[in-house]
């Protein structure tokens, strides 16, 4: 399988068109800020759609994220419902979804990129 895209502003906060800033390309624009959730969703789906976005890292799900959003909040929901009964392949696609969002540790290293300059060496002088 290959390996995902890497977004242009992810690129750009690594340095990555430091050298050859003609590499840079257009990432289309997402929608902007995530709305209210779908009224088609149960109250339980609806309170697994909160916890999500409140647990997800800071600007990262937008509402172009909307309707894997949706799914995910709906199989979290039928996982708390029955963790036994859940099938392995719902639990592969909801922690495939949870990962994309940035929720796991080695996820979230890949979207916490803040734009901030790291610290400069206190050596690098010497």
Partial sequence: MARPRTPTKVLELRGAFAKNPNRAREDAQDAGALKEPPESLTPNAEEAWHQIVKAAPLSVITESDRFALEIAAILLADFRADPAGFPAAKLARLE?????????????SKVGATGQKPKANPFGDL
């Fill in 96 to 108: 495939a979804l949870l990962g994309k969002f940035g929720m796991t540790p080695a996820d979230r």
